[in-house]
């Protein structure tokens, strides 16, 4: 069995970053920060529905990830696996394009229609992540992980970044409502098929350590033992919790700043180019300083450009404010993927990272839920000025928590879990 070598890891870096790119190409036309809730808003759906797109999103991709992870847990083929999961988000992705193409729906039935995709999909990424992030882990290599996600999701952004251009010129062209939109989620549809196809060509390392199998009986008790014993883990968690504020946050700027400023559509377009170009760059940035300083550091990042949008919303004067909401929504976003992937390795050491991945996202989906809930009562009451000075007070209460409690698993591996 050959050796997995840094040229194994440079050629897997080669596909990543083309996989992301198309990746992100297509998610540009269907963003939860821009294009969703202005498509949600068009089509007639509350206020309240169309701001809790973020942090439904979250939610349901965390309802199966705890179940993935215990069916997961003896997988050995990851690639067929990662590229039998990836199958799962096509089928919604491609209903969603035709019907809205081809079929003018509009009405209640229209956006309740869309939400039972959207639903389907969010909960088919949600089979796909812990199974993805496994399969990462195997075809890298942990010394030069940091730089490996930092490039990665930065061409993702370039991708979303030329993706955000083409949906501009498609919701300013002649095409009518909602077809415009229908064609961006073809788009996204073709785009994920390619970035699918794509992991056929990675080489995976075949002589990681390997994890025993685990009935699942072995596999509760290492659950279990992980809970309770992990202090250091449910700080970060703790800190976790006060920052799902943002995923209502992200819907809400472009649903306020419209009410505000009342721009037209097509600046969904200008919203993503702005958000993924910061994203790239802040990506790329949160990768190195991880893998020179620890990856908390990168996370805080996230953490501070989360703040910071909120500000900039509460006092926006014109555009210009807008933008710069995008522009800190954006580094967030992109401190945030490279941060919190290597923190979840950090953590799990050799141990299954897939069990680590469903029990953050699974501890946090009733408090993304209760943030979803609460921002949508307050802003059906128009109250949007209050809802935005919650969501910045618990962010900010979360960065204190990461910065003065929650020891880097990296660079403190000893608190990694006590005995």
Known sequence: MSQFTLQDHNHNLRLNLVHEFFWGFGLAFHTVYAVIPLFLRELGAPNGIAVSVGGLFTFLMAVPQLTTAVLGRNIRNLKF????????ICVPLFIMGFVFTFFSLSGQSAWIFYLFLFAIYSLGLGIVVPIWADFLNAV????????????????????????GILLKYILESNLAFPRNFGVGFFVFFGSTVIATVIY???????????????????????????????????????SRIFYCAFFPAVSLYPIYCQNKFGFKLGEAGNFTIITVIA???????????????????????????????VVMAIF??????????????????????????????????DRDNKLYIALIDSVLAPFV?????????????KLFFIALIAIGGSLF??????????????????FSIEK
Request: glycine share 12%.
């Open 397 to 414: 209460v979360g960065f204190m928590v990461l910065i003065l409690f929650v020891k880097d698993p990296g660079l403190f591996p000893k």
């Open 279 to 309: 994203s790239g760059v802040a990506s790329y940035f949160a990768g190195k300083v991880g893998q020179l300083y620890g990856h908390k550091s990168g996370l805080a990042i996230s953490y501070v450009a989360h703040i910071l949008a």
């Open 81 to 88: 696996a990662v590229l039998l999961v990836h199958s799962l």
């Open 200 to 238: 056929f060509g990675y080489r995976v390392n075949e002589n990681r350590p390997k994890r025993k199998k685990l009935s699942l009986a072995e596999f509760l008790k290492l659950t279990k033992t992980v809970v309770r014993g992990h202090k250091n883990l449910q700080k970060y968690i703790l």
């Open 369 to 381: 839920i209760l943030f979803i809930v609460l921002v949508g009562i307050l802003t059906e009451l």
């Open 140 to 163: 890298t290599l942990r010394k030069v992980r940091g730089t490996f996600f930092g490039f990665s999701f930065a061409f993702g952004s370039i991708g979303s970044f030329l993706g």
């Open 316 to 349: 926006s004067q014109n555009m210009i404010w807008v933008y710069g909401v995008f522009l800190c929504v954006g580094i967030a976003n992109g401190a945030f993927m490279p941060s919190a992937m290597n923190l979840v390795y950090d953590f799990a050491g």
